[in-house]
């Protein structure tokens, strides 16, 4: 998210947050945003290459179109329209970038801004079982954080890091009760914070649906494997069609929803479809989604679910035309690592650190070891902090920075191979034996001794590379720029027009509209 926000403060004034407010000025809005985005982001920013740019620009104006639509429904709820445009848009996307003093002592502190956002999982316990579960939840798991806990992580890092966005994981997160509270209350008890929190959706029922719609500053990212099939196959007969009857329930009382995707060599082709995606987004009402290349978290066997490197070669394609000519928000954290520069591990400047129910703090989510747990750490009266001190997340941070986080233009190596265990596991498994973390399960002490594991993965990331390598030397180091946005008005170059006047004509549209 951090990349998205500085972009967005950079690029677009904040009029634009205004405007968004108003349903006669939307539009306008929206076509000025992307004008005015395109010229700073691709025509005048010479950090990175004008491809790169170029790509961050699209993803940008995706997420614009991704608000225009959330508040153009014209059954959103008063406080899910308000917490969008103050919460959401006014402090994560605007306000967040004040020059506050916990900033900057915790630039003097770490030598970098502080990370983004922090994902918890909050508990363990989930209503399915699904094949090759990362959190290996199921209905019999009781572990979980206590409330106070959780509400003070949130509190926290929004003081600490000046971090006003917060995603929930699990186990199903809205099984989640601890002293007499839930999910929907921490939001309540945290106004100051949008939350994403994956879900499988199937707890969903109009109950939820309007308690949703009253707190307000929560979105669901509701897992899918494909269609009835694929889903069903994946997570238990019957949960597809509860899936679908989530969605309905939250298109009535108008709460904005997301997808969250799976990608296995089993269903890739289906997920990256333009039936997919005319599914879920035009039919269903989806407005965001982001795509999760299976993670094989665990031992060689789960090496069989992962995407193999040419089909990922063929999503990587695919997934340029769906952001590119579709104009729709879903990126892979994988094959998209050009619009996060890269892996977002560690607590690395915009990036986060995971908390799961037992209190270990990793990497990532994807990263199974931890060198702390947030309970000692505040029963040692430390603070979230603390936690990105081990050599763990040091040497992470030095390796991202080594492979092109913060420097510049061709500097930068490929980000269509982002990460440290899918992309560069020869790395991680060095660093993992250097500073001899925890490892959080059964599956991931197994995994770093396990030979045909090791052996399986730096396979994989070579033939990746072999693959993908060509591809970013041409596509992204090279200076032309290759334009494929259908929908953006530029001049006979391919630049934005900007005029100067327009600028003051928004103002005073939205001042006679106030």
Request: net charge neutral.
């Amino acid at each position: 998210m951090n990349f998205l926000q500085k972009q967005f403060r950079k690029s677009a004034p904040d009029v634009i947050s205004t405007m968004l407010g108003s349903s006669i000025l939307r539009k306008k809005a929206a076509d000025y945003a992307r004008k005015y985005m395109y010229k700073s982001i691709v025509e005048d920013d010479d950090e990175f290459t004008k491809q790169i740019r170029f790509e961050r620009y699209t993803i940008l104006s995706n997420l614009v179109g991704t608000l225009e639509k959330a508040l153009t429904n014209k059954n959103i709820s008063a406080s899910v329209r308000k917490k969008l445009l103050n919460t959401f848009i006014g402090r994560v996307f605007v306000e967040a970038d004040k020059n506050q003093q916990s900033v900057q002592d915790f630039i003097k502190e770490f030598g970098q801004e502080p990370p983004g956002f922090v994902t918890i999982s909050p508990g363990k316990k989930c209503n399915l079982k699904c094949t090759g579960c990362y959190a290996s939840s199921s209905g019999a798991n009781a572990e979980k954080l206590d409330y106070a806990t959780v509400d003070r992580i949130v509190k926290e890092k929004t003081k600490l890091w000046n971090s006003y966005f917060t995603v929930i994981s699990g186990g199903e997160p809205l099984l989640w009760k601890s002293e007499g509270k839930d999910l929907l209350d921490l939001a309540k008890d945290n106004p100051d914070n949008y939350f994403m929190f994956y879900t499988n959706g199937t707890l969903i029922d109009k109950k939820m649906a309007a308690r949703l719609a009253e707190v307000g500053n929560l979105t669901p990212a509701i897992s899918v494997e494909g269609f009835a099939e694929e889903t069903d196959e994946r997570r238990g007969k019957g949960v597809f069609k509860k899936i679908l009857e989530a969605m309905a329930n939250l298109r009535e009382v108008g709460v904005p929803f997301g997808i969250s995707v799976t990608a296995t060599r089993y269903n890739v082709e289906k997920i990256v479809s333009d039936e997919f995606v005319d599914f879920f987004y035009n039919e269903q009402g989806a407005i965001y989604g982001w795509i999760f290349q299976y993670m094989p978290i665990g031992r060689a066997q789960t090496l069989d679910l992962m995407v193999t490197p040419e089909q990922r070669k063929w999503m990587y394609e695919q997934e340029k035309h769906i952001i590119h000519d579709r104009g729709v928000f879903l990126p892979d954290f994988w094959n998209g690592g050009v619009y996060s520069s890269g892996c977002l591990a560690g607590g690395r400047s915009g990036g986060y650190i995971y908390i799961e129910w037992n209190g270990n703090i990793t990497p990532c989510v994807f990263y199974p070891y931890s060198k702390n747990n947030i309970k000692d750490i505040y029963a040692n009266g430390g603070t979230i902090n603390d936690a990105l001190k081990s050599d763990l997340m040091v040497g992470i941070r030095k390796w991202q920075k080594d492979y092109g986080f913060g420097k510049k233009g061709k500097e930068v190596n490929n980000l269509i191979a982002p990460c440290g265990i899918r992309d560069h596991y020869e790395f991680t498994r060095k660093h993992l034996e250097t500073t001899k973390p925890m490892p959080i399960d059964e599956s991931a002490a197994e995994a770093v001794v396990d030979q045909e594991y090791y052996n399986g993965l730096t396979a994989y990331n070579k033939k990746f590379s072999a693959l993908m390598d060509p591809i970013w030397q041409r596509e992204f180091i090279g200076n032309e720029l290759v334009l494929s946005r259908k929908d953006i008005k530029r001049n006979g170059n391919g630049e934005a027009e900007i005029e100067d006047n327009e600028l003051a004509e928004v103002e005073e549209s939205v001042e006679e509209n106030q």
